[in-house]
């Protein structure tokens, strides 16, 4: 039952990089605008990034400038390359649809996130 699996999370220092990547088995998956949120213990989740269906990129201020985005509909996948990491961008990372009405997908439709711990 499981449609998104996210992966590459660890633990890096202050100024380090990571690579996330997402495998999403969904049949519309190139039909949809896809996204990286992410949540840190006691808030709210917020989406970071978002990639549409036809490669436009779009970013929080908080991570604009360090990741960036990418999306493979060949291989039903998603990526986050993540560059000069902060201890603020401590969270758990998921992906999922970015909907263009801005809500937050279904909260079944959710992976296991992968966690990213950066220290200072």
């Known amino acids: 039952q499981v449609q998104l699996v996210e992966s590459g999370g660890g633990l890096v220092q202050a100024g380090g990089s990571l690579r996330l990547s997402c495998v999403a088995s969904?049949?519309?998956?190139?039909?949809?605008?896809m996204g990286w949120y992410r949540q840190v213990s006691g808030k709210q989740r917020e989406l970071v990034a978002s990639?549409?269906?036809?490669?436009?990129?779009k970013y929080s201020d908080s991570v604009k400038g360090r990741f960036r985005i990418s999306r493979d509909n060949a291989k039903k996948s998603v990526d986050l390359q993540m560059n000069s990491l902060k201890p603020e961008d401590t969270a758990v990372y998921y992906c999922?649809?970015?909907?263009?009405?801005?809500?937050?997908?279904?909260?079944?439709?959710w992976g296991q996130g992968t966690q990213v711990t950066v220290s200072s």
């Open positions: 999922n649809q970015a909907r263009r009405d801005n809500l937050l997908p279904g909260s079944s439709s």
């Open positions: 990639i549409s269906t036809n490669g436009t990129e």
């Open positions: 969904l049949k519309i998956f190139s039909f949809i605008d």
